[in-house]
C-alpha cells in the first residue's frame, strides 16, 4: 500500500488544473507547470480535490503511484509558493558575483567557472558567500543547486567547499605526524 500515493492533493484557491488525457497543466499566481502522467496511473478530479489510482499491485506500478502524487503535489506547491535553495561557500577566498545574467564563482581553481542563468530560475547572490536560487519547478531548482555544489564539493578534512544552507559536514581527523 502507498502512503504517499494514496493521498489526496489539495487544489489551493487561484491555482487551476486541466488534464488532457495523461498530459495535466497546473497554473497559479507563479506561473505555469506541465506533466505527463504514467498510462498506468489515472488522476481523478473532485472539487478542488485530486487523487491517483494505480493499474495493478506489482513494485513498478506502486512506485509510479507514490512518484505521481509526490510531483503532483509538488507542481501545486511550485505555482502557488515556489521553491528556493540557499548555498553556502567556505572556504579562504571562495566568493560568488553575479552579472547580468552570469553567475561567476571564484573557488580556489585557476580560472573562474561560470553559470547562465537558466529559464524559470532567479539567482541571486545577497553576499559573497551565499547564493539564493529559486522557482516554480522543484526539480530544476535542486538539478541547478546540485550543479553548483558539484564544482567544490565540501570536504570532509577542512570542510571548505559549497554546501546546502544547514548541511552538516561530517568533519574526519587528518593525519597525525609525531
Same mark, same amino acid.
Given at each position: 500500500? *502507498?502512503?504517499?500515493?494514496?493521498? %489526496?492533493?489539495? %487544489?489551493?484557491?487561484?491555482?487551476? !488544473?486541466?488534464? $488532457?488525457?495523461?498530459?495535466?497543466?497546473? /497554473?497559479?499566481?507563479?506561473?505555469?507547470?506541465?506533466?505527463? +502522467?504514467?498510462?498506468? +496511473?489515472?488522476?481523478?478530479? $473532485?472539487?478542488?480535490?485530486?487523487?491517483?489510482?494505480?493499474?495493478?499491485?506489482? =513494485?513498478? #506500478?506502486?512506485?509510479? #503511484?507514490?512518484? &505521481?502524487?509526490?510531483?503532483?503535489?509538488?507542481?501545486?506547491?511550485?505555482?502557488?509558493?515556489?521553491?528556493?535553495?540557499?548555498? /553556502?561557500?567556505?572556504?579562504?577566498?571562495?566568493?560568488?558575483?553575479?552579472?547580468? *545574467? =552570469?553567475?561567476?564563482?571564484? !573557488?580556489?581553481?585557476? #580560472?573562474? !567557472? $561560470?553559470?547562465?542563468?537558466?529559464?524559470?530560475?532567479? !539567482?541571486?547572490?545577497? $553576499?559573497?558567500? &551565499? %547564493?539564493?536560487?529559486?522557482?516554480?519547478?522543484?526539480?530544476?531548482?535542486?538539478?541547478?543547486?546540485?550543479?553548483?555544489?558539484?564544482?567544490?564539493?565540501?570536504?570532509?578534512? /577542512?570542510? =571548505?567547499?559549497?554546501?546546502?544552507?544547514?548541511?552538516?559536514?561530517?568533519?574526519?581527523?587528518?593525519?597525525?605526524?609525531?
Amino acid at each position: 500500500m *502507498s502512503r504517499i500515493g494514496n493521498k %489526496i492533493v489539495t %487544489i489551493p484557491a487561484g491555482v487551476e !488544473v486541466k488534464q $488532457d488525457g495523461q498530459f495535466v497543466t497546473v /497554473k497559479g499566481p507563479k506561473g505555469e507547470l506541465n506533466y505527463t +502522467i504514467n498510462p498506468e +496511473i489515472t488522476m481523478h478530479m $473532485d472539487g478542488t480535490e485530486v487523487s491517483f489510482t494505480r493499474a495493478a499491485e506489482d =513494485k513498478k #506500478h506502486r512506485a509510479l #503511484h507514490g512518484t &505521481t502524487t509526490a510531483n503532483f503535489s509538488n507542481m501545486v506547491e511550485g505555482v502557488t509558493n515556489g521553491f528556493s535553495k540557499t548555498l /553556502k561557500m567556505v572556504g579562504v577566498g571562495y566568493r560568488a558575483a553575479k552579472s547580468g *545574467s =552570469k553567475l561567476t564563482l571564484s !573557488v580556489g581553481y585557476s #580560472h573562474p !567557472v $561560470d553559470f547562465e542563468d537558466r529559464e524559470g530560475l532567479t !539567482v541571486e547572490v545577497p $553576499d559573497a558567500l &551565499t %547564493i539564493k536560487i529559486a522557482g516554480i519547478s522543484k526539480q530544476a531548482v535542486g538539478d541547478f543547486a546540485a550543479e553548483i555544489r558539484a564544482i567544490r564539493p565540501p570536504e570532509p578534512y /577542512k570542510g =571548505k567547499g559549497i554546501r546546502y544552507e544547514g548541511e552538516v559536514v561530517r568533519r574526519k581527523e587528518g593525519k597525525t605526524g609525531k
